[in-house]
């Protein structure tokens, strides 16, 4: 049975219903649970992601449920793949959650994984950001563009350097951009995820090296995706209308356990 895509909570989240949503990395993992969300909130959603095949079969789901979606094909480390998504479309709210990770020693870092790794998750936020924020600053009508970075943006763990830095370099474009764009009436604000379990990571978690990761979360578990829910609705809606630039992070606790 596909999920519920509608809500009669909708009314409670002022802003959302009837706006146009764009999430990008919506294949899998958290791009899925957002489309689906905005979805159930009463907005007009575009999923967005290289793997068109599958966020078609997320939009069918989504119509299939009274929700209103449709699919786009986006490669976010691509300016001119971004520059053709939003041709003759503009979006109220953006969700840049499009994202990618090597998990190898500093010193095994290939140059195509740095790459990989920049241009995804740095470089393409960019891209899709600044997109967004001509369209919005050219309607007028401002809009809400939300980041998807990482507690790896405020903490580091090893082997996965240049996925912090680049979530790093997230949080600190979030700033940059939310300080320039106010004026237009762009908020621009990131979302700090823990450890959040999907199908892309399930498996690791249920080895002992995950179980163990684990152990160290003061929750003493996984976050789940709709424990996103509220700081996401928050920073994209208009309960948020007076944030920008700030940035948020749902871990259960983890920033703040011992060293």
């Not at 079969?57 to 976010?76: K, P, R, T, Y």
């Amino acid at each position: 049975m596909a999920p519920n895509t509608r809500s009669d909570t909708a009314a409670a989240v002022p802003g959302i219903s009837g706006k146009r949503v764009l999430v990008t990395g919506a294949s899998s993992g958290l791009g899925v649970h957002f489309a689906r969300l905005f979805a159930k909130h009463g907005a007009h959603v575009t999923a967005a992601a290289r793997r068109v095949g599958k966020v078609e079969d997320l939009c069918a789901e989504i119509v299939a449920s009274g929700g209103q979606a449709q699919a786009l094909q986006l490669d976010v480390s691509d300016p001119a793949s971004v520059q053709a998504g939003f041709e003759g479309q503009g979006f109220d709210i953006v969700i840049n959650n499009a994202g990618t990770t090597v998990s190898a020693s500093a010193l095994d870092h290939t140059q195509d994984d740095i790459d990989n790794i920049i241009d995804t998750n740095l470089k393409g936020v960019f891209h899709v950001a600044q997109a967004a924020a001509r369209q919005m600053k050219e309607t007028g009508q401002g809009g809400s563009i939300v980041n998807v970075a990482s507690i790896l943006s405020k903490r580091v763990a090893g082997h996965v350097a240049a996925y912090a830095a680049s979530k790093g370099g997230v949080l600190q474009l979030t700033r940059a951009l939310a300080l320039e764009w106010a004026r237009y009436g762009i908020r621009v604000n990131a979302l700090c995820p823990g450890y959040i379990e999907t199908e892309l990571n399930r498996a690791f978690f249920d080895s002992e090296p995950g179980k163990a990761l684990i152990r160290r979360v003061p929750q003493r578990r996984l976050g789940q995706p709709q424990d996103l829910d509220g700081a996401i609705l928050l920073l994209a809606s208009d309960l948020g209308r007076y944030m920008t630039g700030a940035d948020i992070a749902v871990d259960g606790g983890h920033l703040v356990s011992s060293l």
